[in-house]
C-alpha cells in the first residue's frame, strides 16, 4: 500500500517561512510528478507548486518568487519551502504524486496539513 506523509504545517507571522515535507512509502518503483496543491473551505483545490522526474518546476503565479518545491528521489520525498508567508497562503495543503507501484501507475495524495498565517 502506498501512502503519502506530508508534515510541516503551523502557525507562522506574515512575512515568516515554513518547509512542508512529504514522503512517499510502499512499494514504488518510480515516481512521476509530485506537487503540492492547497485547499481552502468552501473552494477548489488549487495547484501550487509541481516538479516533475526531470526536476522542471512550475508555480501559480501567487506563490512564484516565495515558494521553492524540490524533490529527493533517493527518500521519495518532496518539499515546499514557504518564504514571505501571507494571510492568503492560509489552506490545508497536501502533497500528490504520480507514481508506479506494484506496476501499475496511479495518484496517490497525502492526508493534508495545515498551514496558518496570521499575527
Known amino acids: 500500500q502506498v501512502q503519502l506523509v506530508e508534515s510541516g504545517g503551523g502557525l507562522v507571522q506574515p512575512g515568516g517561512s515554513l518547509r512542508l515535507s512529504c514522503v512517499a512509502s510502499g512499494n514504488i518503483s518510480r515516481i512521476y510528478h509530485m506537487a503540492w496543491y492547497r485547499q481552502v473551505a468552501g473552494k477548489q483545490r488549487e495547484l501550487v507548486a509541481r516538479i516533475n522526474s526531470g526536476h522542471f518546476t512550475r508555480y501559480v503565479d501567487s506563490v512564484n518568487g516565495r515558494f521553492t518545491i524540490s524533490r529527493d528521489d533517493v527518500k521519495n520525498s518532496v518539499y515546499l519551502q514557504m518564504n514571505s508567508l501571507k494571510p492568503e497562503d492560509t489552506a490545508i495543503y497536501y502533497c500528490?504524486?504520480?507514481?508506479?507501484?506494484?506496476?501499475?501507475?496511479?495518484?496517490?495524495w497525502g492526508q493534508g496539513t495545515q498551514v496558518t498565517v496570521s499575527s
Open positions: 500528490h504524486c504520480h507514481l508506479e507501484a506494484w506496476h501499475q501507475s496511479g495518484d496517490y
